[in-house]
């Protein structure tokens, strides 16, 4: 992204009261920040009202972008915008999506497939133990896993990962400059190495409360779904798996020792429809069609190779009440042969490209141009939103109905 339309989004972005829907709406209606930043108040008004067009004309003169990107040169931070084509899709779909992000890594394709872990920072021996299990699972399985960097679970989970050799992404509830809590500043770097550090917040934010629960949303936004591992039941965490029940993400939540403190968290969810998983496998099968193939071949890998615990189990200092294991299966329930594992995720894959498109599907088809429409047109022409267009033509684009150029530009094949 050029330097003046990066400055012209973070202008934007830095009017306070400006949330993403409201953005959204004036980016739809002028196409690019530069020309909301020019549009008179009357103009203005026309689309979000008033209040807020009066907002947009007072602030958009006296926002220090100038001291932002500074900073964010400074420290070398990437800014990824919501019309950037390293904007992940998974953020993209859901209800105001992040408008900015701040990223320090890389993001990858293969981070679409993605799966958070969340609990709680004061965790026990099990809860340790039961962390790691799905978290060195999940990197066996091909995923990416997300989490918050908070002390505690989230700890754990990048831990792990990063001495699996895995990818992962933390958000943050602060500014990208600012590591929190102090004592994970060598994890925040290695995280670098390994996947990329998010925030959502301009520069210098300190992390307060409320940055947490908003923090929380873009977790599971980004993320297939949610494992909730151990959490009290007042944990942040279980704001996470409401967001994501609120985005249609999948949860699922670990089963702890009765009476533990740790497991009213989880146990909750699971009285309230969350799925119980005991297994990588329990995880594997929720996930989207499209998606498996993707995964399958290292799930044949992971089936090859002999389970880390010789006995089939966990260490006895985890076992479950009641005579319940948590065992390290990580078999797809599918059919037993790989190959026809591979052949039956194949099939079902083609019945998901070949599904009926949708009103929306049919009618972004009949207005985009041979030569290829940005995405704002199509968003203005649908009369939808810049993210349900994004969102809606890169699900379009794997389903094989449409090609993407350079720019954002989509035609139909």
């Excluded at 009066?54 to 915008?81: A, F, G």
């Excluded at 908003?214 to 151990?230: A, C, K, M, P, Q």
């Excluded at 290292?298 to 006995?311: F, G, H, L, W």
């Amino acid at each position: 992204m050029q330097l003046e339309q990066q400055k012209n989004w973070l202008t934007l972005f830095l009017i306070p009261g400006i949330g993403s829907t409201t953005f959204i709406k004036l980016i739809a209606r002028y196409g690019s920040p530069s020309e909301v930043l020019t549009a008179s108040e009357k103009a203005l008004s026309e689309v979000i009202g008033k209040t807020l067009a009066h907002r947009v004309v007072h602030y958009r003169e006296v926002v220090n972008v100038d001291t932002e990107l500074k900073l964010i040169e400074n420290h070398k931070v990437k800014i990824i915008t919501l019309d950037d084509p390293e904007y992940p899709i998974s953020l993209a779909e859901i209800y105001e999506p992040p408008l900015v992000l701040y990223c320090k890594g890389s993001l990858l394709r293969r981070d679409q497939y993605s799966i958070s872990i969340v609990g709680t920072r004061k965790y026990s021996p099990y809860g340790s133990k039961v962390t790691q299990f799905f978290a060195q699972g999940l990197v066996n399985a091909g995923f990416t896993v997300v989490s918050g960097l908070a002390s505690g679970i989230d700890t754990i989970a990048h831990q792990t990962v990063l001495e699996c050799g895995g990818r992962t992404i933390a958000f943050l509830g602060c500014g990208i400059d600012v590591i929190y809590p102090r004592e994970n500043k060598k994890l925040y770097e290695r995280i670098q190495n390994q996947g990329a550090v998010i925030s959502t917040f301009p520069m210098q934010t300190k992390p307060l409360g409320n940055n947490f629960p908003i923090r929380n949303r873009f977790i599971s936004g980004f993320s297939l779904g949610t494992i909730v591992t151990e959490a009290g039941k007042n944990s942040g965490a279980l704001i996470t798996a409401q967001h994501a029940v609120e985005q249609g993400k999948t949860v699922f939540a670990v089963p702890g020792p009765i009476g533990s403190f740790n497991s009213e968290g989880p146990h909750s969810l699971i009285r309230q429809g969350a799925k119980l998983v005991e297994k990588i496998s329990d995880i594997i099968e929720e996930i989207p069609l499209y998606a498996r193939e993707n995964l399958v071949n290292e799930m044949a890998q992971i089936e090859n190779s002999p389970s880390q615990y010789p006995d089939d189990s966990l260490p006895d200092s985890i076992q479950l009440p009641l005579s319940m294991t948590i065992k390290p299966s990580y078999s797809v329930p599918l059919q037993t042969d790989i190959s026809e594992k591979k052949e039956t995720i194949f099939q079902q894959s083609q019945s998901y490209i070949a599904s009926p498109q949708s009103p929306l599907e049919k009618k972004i088809l009949s207005i985009l141009s041979s030569e290829g429409s940005y995405v704002d047109e199509v968003a203005i022409s649908c009369q939808i939103s810049i993210s349900e267009a994004l969102s809606t033509l890169t699900l379009m684009e794997i389903k094989g109905w449409v090609r993407q150029f350079p720019g954002k530009r989509f035609a139909k094949l």
